[in-house]
């Protein structure tokens, strides 16, 4: 089975208590370290990327995401999804090419652009190209950030999901979403639901009772780990 048909079949037939946790590396040593912790999967986090290379959030050159995420899928064994923003710019055959030669089994791509929602038609047909560029050796998580830049309306969040999903995205990221709507969205959103989760927040059981399929932390792990080497250097002085 290739690491896509792993990651894939990862989303499927979980019991409503047992999502996918994914945590996100943002390095080679943080990658291994989750890797040998057991987790069968990793996804990146294009903020905690950003932070490791001493970039601010949004502003890392795609040359040298690709690297960073090239760095990671080399230092584990298992399947690596990479957060790849908006797709910086690049058509989709040229963002599937540098997605497989970094070693990425699949990629988050963002529905908005400089804190705008994008018009979420012209989305979902880029989505498709991507979708056909890639056939099935990627792994499309769209995210929709109605809760982010939007209205917060969850109605509005299934709508732009739908169109993803049409367009061949196998699951759907609606960031930011509060607890409280997940078992709205689950209702109304097919396949696989990806939801963001804090460290200090409800663990990853609840929110799989609530609906998610899968679990991430965005740069929630980096931060925490910035903060305590802080702690340690605080120590040192």
Same mark, same amino acid.
């Given at each position: 089975?290739?690491?896509?048909?792993?990651?894939?079949?990862?989303?499927?037939?979980?019991?409503?208590?047992?999502?996918?946790?994914? +945590?996100? +590396?943002? *390095? @080679?040593?943080? /990658?291994?370290?989750?890797?040998?912790? =057991?987790? +069968? @999967?990793?996804?990146?986090?294009?903020?905690? !990327?950003?932070?490791?290379? =001493?970039?601010?959030?949004?502003?890392?050159?795609?040359?040298?995401?690709?690297?960073?995420?090239?760095?990671?899928?080399?230092?584990? *064994?298992?399947?690596?999804?990479?957060? !790849?923003?908006?797709?910086? &710019?690049?058509?989709?055959?040229?963002?599937?090419?540098?997605?497989?030669?970094?070693?990425?089994? =699949?990629?988050?791509?963002?529905?908005?652009?400089?804190?705008?929602?994008? #018009?979420?038609?012209?989305? @979902?047909?880029?989505?498709?190209?991507?979708?056909?560029?890639?056939? #099935?050796?990627?792994?499309?998580?769209?995210? %929709?950030?109605?809760?982010?830049?939007? *209205?917060? #309306?969850?109605?509005?969040?299934?709508?732009?999901?739908?169109?993803? %999903?049409?367009?061949?995205?196998?699951?759907?990221?609606?960031?930011?979403?509060?607890?409280?709507?997940?078992?709205?969205?689950?209702?109304?959103?097919? =396949?696989?639901?990806?939801?963001?989760?804090?460290? *200090? &927040?409800?663990?990853?059981?609840?929110? &799989?009772?609530?609906?998610?399929?899968?679990?991430?932390?965005?740069? &929630?792990?980096?931060?925490?780990?910035?903060?305590?080497? /802080? #702690?340690?250097? /605080?120590?040192?002085?």
């Amino acid at each position: 089975m290739s690491g896509v048909e792993r990651f894939r079949a990862l989303h499927h037939g979980r019991v409503p208590d047992d999502p996918l946790v994914l +945590p996100g +590396p943002w *390095d @080679a040593a943080s /990658a291994r370290v989750f890797a040998d912790a =057991g987790f +069968p @999967a990793l996804a990146t986090p294009s903020a905690g !990327v950003a932070a490791s290379l =001493g970039y601010a959030d949004g502003q890392t050159p795609a040359a040298e995401m690709f690297a960073a995420v090239a760095r990671i899928a080399r230092a584990v *064994d298992v399947p690596v999804s990479a957060d !790849v923003e908006g797709g910086y &710019g690049l058509a989709p055959k040229e963002l599937v090419e540098r997605l497989l030669e970094a070693g990425a089994v =699949g990629c988050n791509l963002e529905d908005s652009e400089g804190g705008a929602l994008k #018009d979420a038609e012209r989305h @979902a047909a880029w989505l498709a190209e991507v979708r056909s560029a890639a056939a #099935d050796q990627l792994f499309l998580n769209a995210r %929709v950030d109605v809760f982010e830049y939007g *209205d917060g #309306d969850p109605e509005r969040v299934i709508e732009r999901a739908a169109l993803y %999903v049409s367009a061949g995205a196998d699951c759907v990221y609606p960031i930011g979403a509060p607890a409280g709507v997940l078992p709205l969205l689950r209702a109304g959103i097919r =396949g696989p639901l990806n939801v963001f989760a804090r460290l *200090d &927040g409800a663990p990853a059981a609840e929110l &799989g009772e609530l609906g998610a399929t899968r679990v991430t932390f965005g740069p &929630g792990l980096q931060r925490s780990a910035a903060r305590a080497l /802080a #702690d340690i250097a /605080a120590e040192l002085r």
